[in-house]
């Protein structure tokens, strides 16, 4: 079940942040999503276990998808997939013209799974994650 993050979500979504990234988010940005007015945070759940959550800014006329995340033992059965598409789906529903994301360019399965739903890497970042000065790719997906 997909349904919209709540406070007593955050240590459940900080076990999976801090095993999934290298420069986790600190638990009151994710907090400041849900109160902020911009921010739209779901999570994935199944039997009362957050198996992943995705986090975006409704803002202007954009999407911008800030993180998606799955818990290790869940990768590769459809959770991430399941979680973007609902991301896109509400950005379509309040009829915004894009979806923007940033990703690692190291992040292939990532990339796919954004090339899947037919986003499309519209510039590279130099140097742009500054805990390893990794490049990153912005994406874009039209709607």
């Not at 240590?11 to 095993?19: A, F, G, L, N, V």
């Not at 940005?29 to 999570?43: E, K, L, M």
């Not at 869940?74 to 379509?92: F, N």
């Amino acid at each position: 079940m997909i349904r919209l993050m709540a406070v007593k979500d955050v240590p459940k979504i900080m076990k999976i942040e801090r095993t999934s990234f290298s420069d986790p988010w600190h638990p009151s940005s994710f907090i400041d999503d849900i109160f902020n007015q911009i921010g739209y945070g779901i999570v994935y759940e199944d039997n009362d276990t957050v198996l992943g959550y995705a986090c975006m800014w409704l803002m202007y006329d954009e999407a911008h998808i800030t993180n998606i995340a799955v818990k290790e033992s869940e990768r590769r059965k459809g959770i991430g997939k399941a979680l973007l598409k609902a991301l896109i789906d509400k950005a379509k529903s309040i009829n915004y013209e894009r979806a923007l994301l940033e990703v690692r360019t190291s992040n292939t399965g990532a990339i796919k799974l954004y090339e899947s739903f037919g986003f499309k890497i519209i510039h590279t970042m130099k140097k742009y994650y500054i805990n390893n000065d990794e490049d990153g790719y912005l994406m874009e997906l039209r709607f």
